[in-house]
Nanobody, 121 residues
């Protein structure tokens, strides 16, 4: 069974940084596409970033230049480094995985339960 467990959420001030982690288990991690999504109250869930098995990355326009997605295959862990955080970045952040890699708009197969990120101004 695929399991994804996020950690690293918390409260930071605008302009600050935070790194989220997603520990994956139950599947061949290195062969999957991994991604981060977020959902703020009253808004739809949006894709933030993804990283393919070959290391290629895709970012939402709203986070380009500020967020970095990476993975450590040896540790089966996905990361999202968030810099220059803005109040609009506040949301529940979810880790996701899929055998394919069809983009941020695709409905992915496996999901974590989320970790909350709050940004104060």
């Amino acid at each position: 069974q695929v399991q994804l467990v996020e950690s690293g959420g918390g409260s930071v001030q605008a302009g600050g940084s935070l790194r989220l982690s997603c520990a994956a288990s139950g599947y061949t991690y290195s062969s999957y596409c991994m991604g981060w999504f977020r959902q703020a109250p009253g808004k739809e869930r949006e894709g933030v970033a993804l990283i393919d098995s070959d290391g290629s990355t895709t970012y939402a326009d709203s986070v380009k230049g500020r967020f970095t997605i990476s993975k450590d295959n040896a540790k089966n862990t996905l990361y999202l480094e968030m810099n220059s955080l803005k109040p609009e970045d506040a949301a529940m952040y979810y880790c996701a995985a899929d055998k394919g890699c069809w983009g941020l708009d695709y409905v992915w197969t496996y999901w974590g339960h989320g970790t909350q990120v709050a940004v104060s101004s």
